[in-house]
């Protein structure tokens, strides 16, 4: 599971860094692909398949690939040589795109987030609420679990059957004993 917190933390600090590019930094950056950040190994490994049912996560994943696709293209012009204007505002484009995907992944995240907690709330509640009331009527959480008409003749029948066995049993060794002290 990923930490949606580290991973909120993680794209202001991709966004900062881009930024940074954009004034001039003298190191060469590489930005792993949508496939190989964090974010998207949890993505593909597990997040689309586990939250399938929350809308969000479709919506992080298509923020996610908008994302890397301007960054890539930020990253591709600090990298490369930087001859043209023209290529210049075209690169200030892509980063306010990153900068704007950036903050729907991290809105993403939060309603995400958001409703994975829901979801664990509410099965809790509701397993509290359910211990509360096979607590306060045992007889009813019984019949939930068993069944209504099931449990009266079991019931019945068990009790009987419990006193056959054992009234056969006394009679078995009553039996057994006579023998013995026959012998």
């Keep these: 599971m990923i930490d949606i917190t580290i991973a909120r933390i993680t794209h202001v600090e991709w ?41 969000e996560i479709e919506l992080l994943e298509k923020s996610h690939k908008v994302f890397h696709i301007a960054a890539d293209s930020v990253v591709a012009w600090h990298n490369g040589p930087k001859f043209s204007s023209q290529k210049a505002a075209q690169v200030q484009l892509d980063f306010n795109d990153a900068l704007e995907m950036s903050k729907e992944i991290v809105y993403h995240l939060t309603m995400l987030e958001f409703k994975i907690l829901q979801k664990y709330q509410e099965s809790q ?38 006193l056959k066995r054992d009234i056969e049993k006394n009679h078995v060794r009553d039996f057994y004993s006579a023998e013995d002290a026959k012998r």
């Excluded at 974010?39 to 399938?52: A, F, H, P, Q």
């Excluded at 211990?131 to 009987?160: C, D, H, Y």
């Design 125 to 162: 509640e509701s397993s509290v609420s359910g211990l509360k009331n096979m607590i306060s009527n045992p007889w009813q959480a019984l019949k939930s679990v068993i069944g209504e008409k099931t449990v009266r003749l079991n019931v019945a029948k068990v009790s009987l059957d419990l």
């Design 15 to 55: 966004v900062h860094q881009l930024e940074m590019i954009l004034q001039n930094s003298t190191t060469t950056v590489e930005l792993p692909s949508y496939h190989d950040c964090e974010l998207g190994i949890w993505l593909y490994g597990e997040g689309l398949r586990v939250y399938k049912e929350i809308p």
